[in-house]
C-alpha cells in the first residue's frame, strides 16, 4: 500500500546516523487512526522505520513543528500527507533531528501562524465585548418600537402567572386598603399619560420592593408599604414604574437578556413558553434595568408628581431609607441603578412646595398601609 511518494519498503540507508531511537517514537501515517511503534535514522533524510523496514523518508528542509504537550516533540512533512505525524518522546534523538530541520519552525503553508491566531482570536474576543456592549443595546432600542403591544400584553399575562405561583396566589385585598390603591393609581395613571388600562395588584411578601412588567402589570410589595411613611412615598415609587411601562422598559430588557431566544419565539409566535419564564425570573431576582432607564423612570415619577401637585422628594428618602449610602458599599460601582443618594441628591432639587391635598387622605393612606392585614 502506498504511503506517499516519500515513502519505501527498503532497508534503511546504510549511510544512517548510528544514532537511533530505541523506543519512545510515534508514527502516524495520516491515512488511519494506526499508532506506529518506530525508530528513527537520521542521516541525508529523516527515516521512520518499523521492523526494519523505512515507511517514509522526510527531507529536513521540508520537516515542521506542530503543537504538542511539553517533553514531546511532534512533527509533520509538505511532501507527506497532511495529517501523517511524528512524535517523537526522547530528548536527544528531538535535539538532534531540531539541528538538522533549518525550517523546523516556519509556518506550515496554508495555515495561520500562531502569532496571527492570537490576533484572530484577541480580535474575535473585542468584537464580541463591543456587540455586547453597543450591538445588542442598540438592537433592543430599535426593535422595542416594533413589538406589538398584542404580543407584550401576551408576555406580561404569562410572567403574572409565574409571578403568583412564585407568591402562591398572595394578593392583598381588603376592600378598603383596595380602593384606596385603585384611586391611588388611577391618579397615576391619569398624569402619566397611559393609553392603556394599569393593572396593579399588592403582593404579601416582606420584601421592600415594586417593580412592572410587560403590558401595564404592576406589582407593590407590601415590605414597601411597611417602610412607607405617607401615600406621596408610595405614589412616587409607583410613578417611577409606570415610567418603566411608559417607555416599555420591561420589552426592551427582555430583547436585550433573551436575545437570539426572544426573537426566535417571536418569529415563530412562541412568546409565552420560555422567553417569559426566564423575563419573570430576571424581573423578580435581578430587576437589571440599566443607569439610563433609571434614571429615564425617575425622571418620569418627578414630571408626574409635580402634575399632581406633589413633591417628588418623599420618594427619594423611602429608596434611601431602604438603601442607605450606596456608595460605601462594596462593589457599588457595578450597581445597575443610580446610587440612591444621587436619586434623593436629585428629587430634593426638584422639591416644589405642595399645589394640591395629598391623593389619599390620613384615612385612605392607613387603609392602604394596612392592605395586607386581615
Not at 501515517?29 to 523496514?53: F, M, P
Request: with cysteine; glycine share 8%; hydrophobic share 40%.
Amino acid at each position: 500500500m502506498s504511503l506517499g511518494s516519500d515513502e519505501s519498503s527498503v532497508a534503511p540507508s546504510a549511510a544512517a546516523d548510528p544514532a537511533r531511537s530505541p523506543d519512545g517514537a510515534r508514527y502516524f501515517d495520516g491515512q488511519s487512526s494506526i499508532k506506529h511503534r518506530v525508530t528513527v535514522a537520521l542521516a541525508d533524510q529523516c527515516e521512520i522505520v518499523e521492523d526494519g523496514q523505512v515507511l517514509a523518508g522526510w527531507p529536513f528542509d521540508k520537516i515542521r513543528r506542530v503543537d504538542a504537550p511539553d517533553g514531546l516533540m511532534r512533527v509533520s512533512c509538505l511532501t507527506a500527507l497532511p495529517l501523517a505525524r511524528l512524535e517523537i518522546d526522547d530528548a536527544s534523538l528531538a535535539h538532534q533531528l531540531a539541528e538538522r530541520c533549518p525550517k523546523l519552525d516556519d509556518d506550515i503553508p496554508g495555515r495561520k501562524g500562531t502569532g496571527r491566531i492570537v490576533a484572530w482570536s484577541v480580535a474575535a474576543l473585542v468584537s464580541i465585548v463591543l456587540v455586547t456592549i453597543y450591538g445588542v443595546p442598540l438592537a433592543a432600542d430599535r426593535l422595542t418600537p416594533l413589538i406589538p403591544r398584542s404580543v407584550e400584553q401576551r408576555l406580561g399575562e404569562a410572567a403574572d402567572k409565574q409571578m403568583r405561583v412564585v407568591f402562591s396566589g398572595k394578593v392583598c385585598h381588603t376592600p378598603d386598603g383596595q380602593a384606596a390603591f385603585e384611586k391611588l393609581v388611577n391618579a397615576l395613571q391619569t398624569a402619566a399619560g397611559l393609553d392603556g388600562q394599569v393593572d396593579a395588584t399588592v403582593l404579601s411578601t416582606s420584601v421592600p420592593n415594586a417593580f412592572a412588567l410587560p403590558g401595564g402589570k404592576v406589582y407593590l410589595f407590601n415590605g414597601l408599604l411597611a417602610k412607607a411613611r405617607n401615600s406621596d412615598e408610595i405614589a412616587g415609587v409607583l410613578a417611577h414604574e409606570l415610567g418603566h411601562v411608559k417607555h416599555r422598559d420591561n420589552v426592551r430588557n427582555l430583547i436585550y437578556n433573551g436575545g437570539t431566544s426572544f426573537l426566535i419565539g417571536l418569529l415563530f409566535g412562541d412568546v409565552t413558553g420560555s422567553s417569559s419564564l426566564l423575563f419573570a425570573s430576571r424581573t423578580m431576582f435581578d430587576a437589571a434595568y440599566s443607569r439610563e432607564a433609571e434614571a429615564n423612570a425617575d425622571a418620569f415619577s418627578i414630571d408626574v408628581m409635580r402634575k399632581l401637585g406633589r413633591s417628588p422628594k418623599p420618594m427619594g428618602e423611602l429608596l434611601f431609607r431602604i438603601t442607605g449610602n450606596e456608595k460605601d458599599k462594596a462593589l457599588s460601582f457595578v450597581s445597575n441603578h443610580p446610587f440612591t443618594e444621587d436619586r434623593l441628591a436629585l428629587m430634593r432639587q426638584a422639591d416644589q412646595p405642595p399645589t394640591a391635598p395629598p391623593i389619599l387622605s390620613d384615612e385612605e393612606w392607613l387603609a392602604l398601609h394596612d392592605i395586607c392585614k386581615s
